[in-house]
C-alpha cells in the first residue's frame, strides 16, 4: 500500500517548504523535479499528488489528464491543487474543471496555512486507504471466483469422467452378457438334442464340436478377465527366460488356423531364417502373438489375407501382424489398447468379444520392455508393431547352447498309480474321474474333506487332486489336517484343482500343504502331467522346466 505524496513546485523552495511540512506530521513524501518525473512515480504508486497550478502547464496538463484516464476502476487518485493568487482564480477554475471529472481535486489558495494543507493530505490519504481496501477486495473476489471457476471446471470434469466410466462400465457388462450367454444358447440347444438320441453320427459330432469350441470360448472370456484383474492389481508377471521366438509364432498360427479357414481367409507366415532369441516368457509370447492374429482373424472379411512377419534389427525382434479388414480410425487407435474400450459397443456391432485382448498386449509387451504400434496397413487394414528387445548375448553375437526337447508322456502315463479325486461338484468329480482313468490310473473319488480323510486310512493313494470351495470344510482346512495326520511319515503329495486362480490363492494352496496348483477348467494333459511330474512319471526335462500351458482356443 503506497501511501507517498508526490509534489510538483514551480520552484524547489516551494516543494522543499511542502515536504517539510507534511514531514512534521509523519507523511513520507517525494519532490519530482517535472511531469515526466511524476508519472513514472505514479506508475510505482502514490497516496496523493500535491500540485502548484504553476507547475500545470498545456503539456504538463496534458499528460496528467492522459494518466488519470487510465486509472484502474478502483482508483481515484486525490490531487491536492495549490492556487494561485485571486487574480488567477478563472484560470484555476478551468484548471480544477478540467482535473475534476478524472480525479479526486481538492482546491488550496495562497497563502496556505499548515493546518489546512496537513487536514488535506490526511483527508487524501483517508480516501486513499479506501481505495486500496477496494482494490483488495476487488482482487480477491476474482482470485476466488477464478478458483470457484477452476474448481467447477474440475467438477465437470471429473463428473464427465465418471459418466463416461459408468457408461463404459454398462456397455462392458452388456457385451459380457452377450458374449456369455450366446455360446450357452448353442451350447444348451446341442445338448438337448444330444440328450434326446435322435440325432445321427454326422449331427452328433457337429454338436460335441459347437459345445467345445462354446466351452473354449467361455474359458478364454474367464481367462481374459482374470488376466485383466492381475494388471489392475499389478500382480500379473511373466517369467523371463531364453526363449527363440519362432516357436510361439507357430504356435499361435496354428491356433487361429482353423478359424481363418472357416472364412477363406489366407494366413501368409514369414519368419526370418535365423533364430531370433529374445529374454521373455514363452507362454506370454504366445498369449501376444495368438491376440493379434485372433483380432486380424476376426475383422478381415472372407477370402482375405493376414499376413503375420518376424524379423529382426540390430538390436531388436520385430513382430508385425497386417489384415485386409476394414482398419481403424486414427481418432479410435489410441484406445483400442484400453481396457473395456471398442470401436463398436452397440447392439448392432459385427464382432463379439469383450475388447480386452488388446489391451492384455499391450500390458504384456511391456512387461517384456517392449513397445507395440497400431498404424494403417497398406490397401487398407490394420498393423500392429511389436517390438522387443533381443537377448544380449545374440546381439552381442555369443554362441547359444543348444535348446533341449520337452519330454512327452505316454497316453498311458499313469497306469498303476493310485489317485484320490476330492470335488464335491458330482458332474466335475465325474469328469475327472473319466480323465485319469483314460490315462491308466486307478482313481477313488470322494466328495468332501471327512470322506477323503476316511478313504484316504484305508487307501493311501499316490497323490490327491482336491478342489479347494466345498461345503463345510474346504480345501485348504482338508489340506492342513491331511498334513497334521501324515507327521512323521512321508506325506502324499496333491494337488489343487480350484476356480480361484489369482496369484494369492496359488500362494495361499502352497502355505496350505499342496504341491501344485491348477485352475479350472483344466485340460486333461495339463492335469495328467501335472500328476506324472509330482509322482516322478514325467520324462527328465519336463521335470525340470515346470511348463506351463496357454489354452490358445
Known amino acids: ?17 511542502a515536504a517539510a511540512m507534511v514531514g512534521h506530521a ?11 518525473e511524476l508519472l513514472a512515480e505514479l506508475e510505482v504508486g502514490a497516496g496523493a499528488l500535491l500540485l502548484a497550478e504553476e507547475a500545470l502547464g498545456t503539456g504538463a496538463h496534458n499528460l496528467l489528464v492522459a494518466w488519470l484516464k487510465r486509472q484502474p476502476s478502483w482508483s481515484d487518485l486525490p490531487i491536492i491543487l495549490i492556487s494561485g493568487t485571486r487574480d488567477t482564480d478563472i484560470r484555476s477554475l478551468k484548471t480544477i474543471t478540467s482535473l475534476d471529472p478524472l480525479g479526486n481535486v481538492a482546491l488550496l489558495e495562497r497563502p496556505v496555512r499548515v493546518v489546512a494543507l496537513l487536514s ?39 463428473r464427465a469422467e465418471v459418466e463416461a466410466a459408468n457408461r463404459a ?11 456369455l450367454r450366446t455360446p450357452l444358447q448353442s451350447m444348451l440347444g446341442w445338448l438337448k438334442m ?29 481367462e481374459d478377465l482374470l488376466d485383466v484383474s492381475r494388471i489392475v492389481a499389478g500382480k500379473l508377471r511373466v517369467e523371463l527366460k531364453r526363449t527363440v521366438l519362432a516357436p510361439a509364432v507357430d504356435t499361435a498360427v496354428d491356433a487361429v488356423r482353423a478359424a481363418a479357414d472357416a472364412k477363406g481367409i489366407t494366413i501368409q507366415v514369414d519368419l526370418d531364417a535365423e533364430p531370433i532369441v529374445v529374454m521373455g516368457d514363452a507362454v506370454r509370447l504366445q498369449q501376444i502373438v495368438w491376440n493379434l492374429l485372433s483380432n486380424a482373424t476376426k475383422f478381415t472379411p472372407e477370402r482375405g489375407r493376414v499376413d503375420v512377419s518376424l524379423r529382426r534389427t540390430a538390436t531388436q525382434a520385430v513382430v508385425v501382424v497386417c489384415d485386409t479388414g476394414p482398419g481403424i480410425a486414427p ?11 471398442q470401436a463398436d459397443s452397440t447392439h448392432t456391432r459385427l464382432h463379439g468379444g469383450l475388447g480386452l485382448g488388446l489391451a492384455i498386449v499391450r500390458h504384456l509387451v511391456e512387461l517384456h520392455h517392449g513397445t507395440i504400434a497400431l498404424d494403417a496397413a497398406e490397401g487398407g487394414g490394420a498393423r500392429f508393431t511389436v517390438t522387443l528387445p533381443l537377448r544380449l548375448e545374440t546381439v552381442l553375437g555369443a554362441s547359444e547352447p543348444a535348446s533341449e526337447r520337452d519330454g512327452t508322456l505316454a497316453p498311458s502315463a499313469l497306469t498303476g498309480l493310485s489317485v484320490l479325486v476330492v470335488e464335491d461338484d458330482a458332474a466335475t468329480r465325474e469328469v475327472l474321474t473319466m480323465m485319469l482313468a483314460t490315462a491308466g490310473a486307478d482313481v477313488q473319488s470322494a466328495g468332501s474333506a471327512d470322506d477323503a480323510l476316511r478313504t484316504i486310512q484305508w487307501l493311501r493313494p499316490d ?47 502352497f502355505v496350505a500343504g499342496f504341491a501344485e496348483h491348477l485352475a479350472k477348467p483344466v485340460d486333461a494333459p495339463d492335469l495328467v502331467l501335472a500328476i506324472a511330474r509330482l509322482t516322478g512319471r514325467a520324462p527328465a526335462a519336463t521335470q525340470r522346466d515346470r511348463t506351463r500351458r496357454w489354452r490358445s482356443a
Not at 445321427?200 to 464340436?209: F, H, V
Not at 481418432?331 to 474400450?341: G, T
Not at 486362480?501 to 495361499?508: C, G, K
Request: proline share 2%.
Open 169 to 179: 462400465k454398462d456397455e462392458f457388462l452388456a457385451v459380457l452378457s452377450h458374449e
Open 194 to 222: 444330444l440328450r434326446g438320441g435322435r440325432l445321427d453320427a454326422a449331427a452328433s459330432r457337429r454338436g460335441l464340436e459347437s459345445i467345445e469350441r462354446g466351452a473354449r470360448a467361455q474359458a478364454q472370456l474367464i
Open 331 to 341: 481418432e479410435l487407435r489410441a484406445q483400442v489398447f484400453q481396457r473395456f474400450r
Open 1 to 17: 500500500m503506497d501511501l507517498r505524496i508526490l509534489i510538483v513546485a514551480p520552484t524547489g523552495r516551494d516543494a522543499s517548504l
Open 26 to 36: 509523519g507523511v513520507e513524501s517525494l519532490m519530482c523535479g517535472n511531469m515526466e
Open 120 to 158: 488535506a493530505v490526511k483527508s487524501a490519504l483517508r480516501a486513499r486507504r479506501r481505495q486500496y481496501e477496494v482494490r483488495d477486495y476487488l482482487a480477491e473476489r476474482q482470485r476466488a471466483e477464478a478458483e470457484h471457476r477452476r474448481l467447477l471446471s474440475a467438477e465437470q470434469a471429473a
Open 463 to 509: 497323490i490327491v487332486v482336491s478342489d479347494i470351495s466345498m461345503p463345510g470344510e474346504d480345501g485348504y482346512a482338508f489340506m492342513r489336517r491331511l498334513r497334521g495326520l501324515e507327521r512323521g511319515r512321508r506325506g502324499i503329495p496333491a494337488i489343487a484343482l480350484t476356480a480361484h486362480a489369482r496369484p494369492e490363492d496359488t500362494e495361499q494352496a
